[in-house]
């Protein structure tokens, strides 16, 4: 018995502890879903699958394991055309942290990176529209997106300069699903950041546009007041995929079992 | 001791084989052909992407069913084969991956071949697995998004890969008169290809 309760003492401060690997993932029940993008194809909005997504974005402690167990993608050793000379610059070493922190979210990693660290969790990179999805949401309300309030919180986080260190993750009040970080803390990769053609290119008008973009025009936006979902996609829309930057990271997302 | 003669022949034969490195040298780190990709030919035919490591190609992403850019893509594309010298023409490949792989099955990218009159040759049209398609198209610099009625919106940029897979040059220049430069660039691919590769 004495042995018993031992065994379940030893137990019990990992209960309380940080998610086992598992937990890392929230379910976000699916939903009609108007985007702040104009898909003509889609003018009454789309429905959003239920799909699973990570409460937080991958860290620096996170993403060292994972270049442990794939030497390919260390820092050195990934193609140049899978992930540009900076790709983890802000490490001391291939393995090693140096001043970067284990908790702040991993940055200066390339789309085919990011895709590769999911693919090795057996995950994948959200959609750009399941992101915007689980963003639009606050602490109560699944899509806070018409409070000037709501907009204004998020709109001071851009407003800040990006010259500062990155704050930890977790530090961010959960939202409705029991996500954090979408907002106010690094820019995400998506799976489809290649679909955004929003870009400086499209604001060119006639014939040389309608030849570079096949079929309908490319994307506009139907929201002239959600400057900061506008922010996220012009960014993305302006990276090719073995780009990084020292404010882009992402988190992983699941179908449902 | 005659028989003993031909085996040493043979052996002489393929010495020079076996001289060869037993592997290909590495690939160079701003090789396209880094990224590990399934595709099928239009043969029905499995295809790794750095398979078509050894040659200079010309390639683009389109899908069969479209009906406006598409056959433009490949007409350009069949521009730039009809100005090239013969002897160029042999030593460059056009590579068309579909961006619909659900639809554009071997059988569909083997009607375009036949209605377009493409020489298997010097063609390759590829339909990638689902899960490799946005890194292609990453890869080179291409962007698209399926539309709910099964069109696609995307960009058409043409990219020469040299034969390690090294992106020589891209236009958005599309049509029958094309991008002259980009021609001149492909000749000079054609001109510099025989050396490495095959």
Redesign the interface.
């Known amino acids: 018995m004495a042995r018993r309760a031992a065994v379940l003492l030893a137990l019990l401060p990992l209960c309380g502890q940080a998610a086992p690997p598992g937990d890392r993932y929230v379910t976000v029940p699916g939903g009609a879903f108007r985007s702040a993008l104009r ?4 003018a009454d909005g789309t429905t959003v699958a239920p799909y699973r997504l990570m409460r937080r974005p991958v860290t620096n402690a996170e993403f060292l394991a994972f270049v442990r167990a794939h030497p390919e993608w260390q820092r050195g050793r990934a ?4 992930a540009e000379p900076r790709y983890l610059s802000q490490w001391s070493g291939p393995l090693s942290l140096g001043d970067a922190r284990p908790d702040q979210p991993v940055t200066w990693v390339s ?2 990176a990011a ?1 590769a660290y999911c693919a090795a969790q057996s995950a994948r990179l959200p959609t750009w529209t399941e992101w915007e999805y689980a963003a639009a949401a606050d602490e109560t309300r699944r899509d806070a997106r018409e409070d000037p309030a709501w907009r204004e919180r998020i709109l001071s986080w851009y407003a800040q300069p990006s010259t500062g260190a990155l704050r930890a993750v977790g530090g961010q009040p959960p939202n409705v699903y029991g996500v954090q970080g979408l907002h106010g803390l690094v820019w995400e990769w998506v ?2 950041a ?4 929003v870009s400086a ?1 499209n604001r060119e008008q006639g014939a040389a546009d309608k ?9 506009s936006t139907d929201d002239r007041e959600n400057y900061a979902t506008l922010m996220r996609v012009a960014l993305l ?1 302006s990276v ?3 780009d990084a930057t020292g404010n882009l990271g992402f988190r992983c997302a699941k179908d449902l079992p | 001791m005659k028989r003993l003669l031909r085996i040493l022949a043979a052996v002489l034969a393929l010495a020079p084989l076996s001289a060869r490195p037993a592997t290909p040298p590495a690939l160079p780190g701003d090789s396209v052909y880094q990224l590990p990709a399934a595709l099928t030919d239009a043969s029905g035919k499995p295809v790794e992407w750095r398979e078509l490591r050894g040659t200079p190609r010309v390639a683009t992403m389109f899908y069969t069913s479209c009906k406006y850019i598409c056959p433009l893509v490949v007409d350009s594309l069949r521009a730039i084969e009809r100005k090239l010298s013969a002897a160029e023409r042999a030593r460059i490949g056009f590579v068309l991956i579909s961006m619909d792989p659900a639809r554009d099955t071997p059988e569909a990218l083997a009607r375009i071949i036949a209605e377009r009159k493409l020489d298997p040759a010097r063609w390759t049209l590829l339909q990638p697995d689902p899960a490799d398609l946005r890194g292609l198209a990453g890869l080179l610099g291409i962007r698209y998004r399926s539309l709910a009625d099964g069109e696609f919106n995307h960009s058409t940029s043409l990219v020469l890969l040299d034969a390690e897979g090294r992106v020589l040059a891209r236009t958005d220049q599309l049509g029958a008169d094309g991008d002259a430069a980009f021609l001149a660039a492909v000749r000079a691919a054609a001109a510099s290809g025989t050396g490495s590769g095959r």
């Open positions: 898909y003509e194809d889609a193609a140049v055309v899978l789309w085919f895709a799976d489809d290649s679909a955004l053609l290119d030849l570079r973009f096949c079929g309908a025009a490319a994307l829309s090719q995929a073995a």
